[in-house]
């Protein structure tokens, strides 16, 4: 194996990844209190408690938090996306699940309806707000995926099973916008 060639972000053009039916992945996600948290590099949303769980391949993993990048890591046939969200999820043995999922300009998304803190939290620069309870059972639901095996994922020290939804989500121009403001304006420093 070549250095760096089981590393994330891939292409999933990449022949050791394959489409796979929802039934290797069964999730169960439930509301929790969460904060939106803006790490400098990217928009992350905290869960506090349990929000619940996905079982890939008999191995539950526990929803831990969301965060979004833009543009994405990931690519399809070598088109990157313009936004990207990760569902980060760890099992009891401490090992590591990503749920991808694409978005592209369009309609507006529901999801999530705490993003709204973002304005205020650039206004007055403030890094972490809590949000309330938060729903995570809308992006992806019941859609087919992609599924990686495993690559390394530098940031998360060590191996990572992704699954990335093939539908692809839309964002709005505005939503986009005020995701990259609160990162890339250069007020944040984490």
């Not at 890591?73 to 936004?83: F, Q």
Request: hydrophobic share 40%; charged share 20%; proline share 6%.
């Amino acid at each position: 194996m070549r250095q760096g060639s089981m590393q994330s972000p891939i292409d999933l053009a990449s022949p050791r990844v394959s489409p796979c039916a929802t039934s290797a992945t069964h999730h169960s996600y439930r509301p929790a209190q969460a904060s939106i948290i803006n790490r400098g590099h990217d928009i992350m949303l905290n869960f506090e408690g349990d929000a619940g769980s996905v079982t890939i391949n008999g191995t539950v993993y526990y929803l831990k938090q969301l965060h979004w990048h833009s543009p994405t890591e990931h690519s399809v046939n070598g088109r990157r996306y313009d936004l990207e969200l990760h569902m980060l999820h760890q099992s009891a043995e401490k090992k590591a699940a990503v749920i991808g999922v694409f978005y592209e300009i369009g309609a507006h998304d529901a999801f999530p309806p705490q993003a709204g803190a973002l304005p205020e939290m650039i206004a007055s620069r403030r890094t972490e707000e809590k949000v309330g309870v938060m729903d995570p059972r809308a992006p992806g639901a019941g859609a087919s995926v992609y599924h990686d095996m495993g690559s390394h994922h530098a940031a998360l020290l060590g191996w990572v099973i992704w699954t990335i939804v093939r539908v692809v989500r839309t964002v709005s121009r505005s939503q986009l916008e005020l995701l990259r403001t609160a990162v890339h304006d250069g007020c944040f420093s984490p």
